[in-house]
């Protein structure tokens, strides 16, 4: 047991599951461990960390009531101890499964799972090819506002939040305002755009669409349970806003450039041993500058300015 402050990532979750400040949450996220978020609602992590993942992609379960029947909101990777771990939290006894979108570490466990329970699934299929689990088929397609009534009785409504993913949903629990928010908004970093699947126009449309619905709390694909979500939100808008401007910039500073040259200018702020991902959400913002009129790329891949009279 030590202190914890509101500035460190676990804060908002342990006031959220140990609210009398009992020692009851803990302070890391452990793969395998079963964390009660709320009555209902359960966490279990992916043993699959990384640089893309965090401490490992979160597995959310939701239900339990007087069947003891669950719903599963994202199987995480094809890891059959992932899988066993799922069904021991929940007796076996699954019945639907959700997955907010097809990147490898978070749907590629629906297969496996299904096979163990003969559960219903729920979703998008991939709608482009790279990098995405193009094996998952919903057995049930998802639009937006779609509402599926879960085994407890609640009511999960599907968000479509395209921009990380084309295919990508959220799921409001609206009766303890909740949003599972897959890669949409990740609790300590943020997340990548990589055209043509992601689009960045699409993915700040999509945030302020979250904003919108006014939910209390965020539990998402990666990290911990985060609160005050519209302050959240609105700092990954500017985040993104500034980091367009910074390209804007950057394209002025450099001259016509690739998006390998200006990388390291416009995500000087970064280590150089994540360049490889940032040239994807650099690409992503230059696209979006293209599309507002203020940014061209010739057919050689080179970059140039249209908006030279607005420095910033």
Known sequence: RWPVTPDEPAWAELTLIDPEEQGTGSYDIVPGRVVQLMPGVLRLTASNPGMMTGPGTNTYLVGGGPQNAWAVIDPGPGDAAHI?????ATSGVVRQIFVTHTHRDHSPGARLLKEKTDATTYGMPAVHDEGQDTS?????????????????????????????AANHLCYGLDEVKLVFTGDHVMQGSTVVINPPDGHMTTYLASLETLAALGPQWLAPGHGFVMDRPAQRIARL?????????????????????????????VYADVPAARHGVARRSLRAHLDKLAEDGRAAVSSEGVWRSLDEGNAN
Do not use: C, K, N, Y
């Open 84 to 88: 066993d771990a799922i069904l021991r």
């Open 136 to 164: 998952f088929v919903p057995d049930v397609t998802l639009t937006d506002g779609d509402e599926v009534t879960l085994p407890d009785g609640r009511r999960l409504r599907a968000i479509h939040t395209p921009g990380h």
């Open 237 to 265: 808008i500017a985040h993104r806003l500034a980091r367009e401007a910074s390209t804007l910039a950057a394209l002025r500073q450099v001259g016509p450039a690739t998006v390998e040259t200006l990388t390291p200018v």
